[in-house]
Nanobody, 121 residues
Framework: VQLVESGGGLVQAGGSLRLSCVASGRAVASMGWFRQAPGKEREFVAAINENSDSIAYTGSLKGRFTISRDIAKNTVYLQIVSLKPEDTAVYYC?????????????????WGKGTLVTVSS
């Protein structure tokens, strides 16, 4: 399975962004996003299952971050609104065989290479 992210870039604080990730190779049961800010550990952002009827978010991000999935396109999206400078990070698309509510990096089977989001103040 290969995961390819897109949609990152430079955004002003208060703006919005939508990240996309296309999976190729085969369908992945659970897809999601992690992020890693400079000098910090990689952290879970959100995940969604195949049917989009089970979704998990890191509590502190819920409300500004919305994950969605298009099965037909084998694509997962992350919509981010009201961006803050502390959202600056590399955002990684992830794939797993099942959705875990609060996964840690070692729970993830597939990783994309990441897309950089920079939020200016």
């Amino acid at each position: 399975v290969q995961l390819v992210e897109s949609g990152g870039g430079l955004v002003q604080a208060g703006g919005s962004l939508r990240l996309s990730c296309v999976a190729s190779g085969r369908a992945v049961a659970s897809m999601g996003w992690f992020r890693q800010a400079p000098g910090k550990e990689r952290e879970f952002v959100a995940a969604i299952n195949e049917n989009s009827d089970s979704i998990a978010y890191t509590g502190s991000l819920k409300g500004r971050f919305t994950i969605s999935r298009d099965i037909a396109k084998n694509t997962v999206y992350l919509q981010i609104v009201s961006l803050k400078p502390e959202d600056t990070a590399v955002y990684y698309c992830t794939g797993s065989e099942r959705l875990t509510p609060t996964p840690r990096p070692f729970d993830i089977k597939y990783w994309g290479k990441g897309t950089l989001v920079t939020v200016s103040s």
